[in-house]
């Protein structure tokens, strides 16, 4: 099984601030990543996928990369609505599976 | 638009089953599998399996097997998520979701199963 390690799992930042979450695969997924928002009470949101494709409606202060397994979401300047939990998921290989989230909060 | 809809908070007593729903609507229910997601509360997401509602056939996390059961209905663009057996510690919130390609692009609300006596 692909384990998806997720870096940090909690995280203060200001508004406008830019802040990195990072997502480490243990074995190669291709691009085969997507990030999520889930904000309290909620289902999850696609705001990326293939690791750095933006999906349609997503602001453009959020993007991704990819480098081999290692890959990073950032978001530019840090809006009140960006404060959430933050998930990647590959969905290379079954059984998909997630990071352990970061949850981003207002310093 | 797209958009799914689940049943309500279900309240069950250990031992007991429950069956939730997904209804689908604003695309051709068949030509998208249906995913299911687990979060614990204050937990992670936990993918489940799928169901591919063209053919009914399944694809079950292996830690899942042989205690939930997903199936469709096609008429009524909708699936469901069978558990058996509850325990305390399946209290959970439940995701179904779209998949294409395997990416998930549309939710549902979730539905939050408490097992409890």
């Known amino acids: 099984d692909i384990q998806m390690t997720q870096s940090p799992s909690s995280l203060s930042a200001s508004v406008g601030d830019r802040v990195t979450i990072t997502c480490r695969a243990s074995q190669s997924i291709a691009n085969w990543l997507a990030w999520f928002q889930q904000k309290p009470g909620k289902a999850p949101k696609l705001l990326v996928s293939k690791a750095s494709t933006l999906e349609s409606g997503v602001p453009s202060r959020f993007s991704g990369t990819a480098s081999g397994t290692d890959f990073t979401l950032t978001i530019s300047g840090l809006q009140p609505d960006d404060f959430a939990t933050y998930y990647c998921?590959?969905?290379?290989?079954?059984?998909?599976?997630f990071g352990q989230g970061t949850k981003l909060d207002i310093k | 638009q797209v958009e799914l809809v689940q049943s309500g908070a279900e309240v069950q007593k250990p031992g007991a089953s429950v069956t939730l729903s997904c209804k689908a609507a604003?695309?051709?229910?068949?030509?998208?599998?249906i995913h299911w997601v687990r979060q614990a509360p204050g937990q992670g997401l936990e993918w489940m399996g799928w169901i591919n509602p063209n053919t009914g056939g399944t694809h079950y996390a292996q830690k899942f097997q042989g205690w939930v059961t997903m199936t469709r209905d096609t008429s009524m663009t909708t699936a469901y998520l069978d558990l058996r057996s509850l325990k305390s510690d399946d209290t959970a919130v439940f995701f179904c979701?779209?998949?294409?390609?395997?990416?998930?692009?549309?939710w549902g609300q979730g539905t939050l199963v408490t097992v409890s006596s």
């Open positions: 604003g695309y051709t229910f068949s030509r998208f599998h």
């Open positions: 979701a779209r998949s294409q390609g395997g990416l998930f692009d549309s």
């Open positions: 998921q590959q969905y290379s290989n079954y059984p998909y599976s």
